[in-house]
């Protein structure tokens, strides 16, 4: 069913109805109560899925000889909470970035395993993003590049307030995304436990996760605004494309 909505949105949102759809109050609620409901599935998914699509991810990786961390929100709830946060619909990962030719082996691997790609966000031709599902539980890859010998970076792309969309054969292009410069310490790697497995994360997770979400980010912030509340967040005036697959 989520798939076949989904499929309609990105219909709709390429023909001239949907201007209308976007301001028509009786489709608008429709739309944020599907969207709640799907939230709450995605909410559950992390739990259900969750160290099943590490699992795979880890397995693929290793295929490609790449590795990667946990990050963002998975990150701080392997550290605060030794679990996947509870109002998390999503995961995280970071690696270093590598050529695309490699991306589109991790992709091919992935696929075997039940894993589909979902969005892929490119910069100059450049996969810089790309999210993944497995049952109704999506995760990000974050690609990142060396700034200097203590920090590390990455683009974080959000939706923006005029988008614009076109099909292809096999993926709609989404152009407007707001496109920020991501800046982190780092210092190298570690082995974690989490979950009865082991990833990497930061070796300086308390300085990385102090950079994404503060001194306090052992306490819950309900109020916290991904993309916003951060101070290591830097604004691109570049122009992105988002490939997000049918």
């Not at 949907?18 to 409901?37: C, E, H, Q």
């Not at 052992?218 to 005036?237: A, F, H, L, Q, Y």
Request: hydrophobic share 35%.
């Amino acid at each position: 069913m989520a798939a076949f909505v989904d499929h309609l949105v990105k219909q709709l949102r390429t023909s001239r109805l949907y201007g209308f759809a976007k301001s028509n109050p009786i489709l608008v609620k429709m739309k944020r109560k599907y969207d709640k409901a799907q939230y709450q599935k995605q909410q559950a998914s992390v739990h259900e899925y969750g160290m099943q699509m590490l699992t795979y991810m880890k397995e693929a990786f290793a295929e490609i000889g790449e590795e990667f961390w946990l990050d963002y929100g998975t990150l701080l709830g392997a550290v605060r909470e030794k679990d996947f946060i509870g109002h998390d619909k999503d995961l995280d990962i970071g690696c270093f970035h590598f050529d695309d030719e490699k991306k589109k082996q991790l992709v091919q691997i992935l696929d075997k395993k039940g894993v589909k790609l979902y969005k892929q966000f490119e910069m100059n031709g450049m996969i810089y993003e790309q999210a993944f599902h497995l049952n109704n539980l999506h995760m990000d890859i974050f690609y990142y590049w060396y700034a200097n010998e203590s920090q590390i970076w990455c683009y974080f792309s959000e939706i923006g307030p005029n988008m614009e969309f076109e099909n292809h054969s096999v993926y709609q292009i989404a152009k407007g995304y707001r496109t920020s410069k991501v800046t982190s310490s780092f210092t190298g790697l570690m082995d974690y436990e989490f979950k009865g497995a082991t990833f990497k994360i930061p070796a300086n997770y308390h300085e990385y996760l102090v950079d994404n979400y503060g001194t306090t980010y052992m306490i819950k912030d309900e109020n916290w605004i991904t993309g916003e509340s951060p101070d290591n967040i830097e604004r691109v005036d570049q122009s992105v494309i988002v490939k997000e697959y049918f």
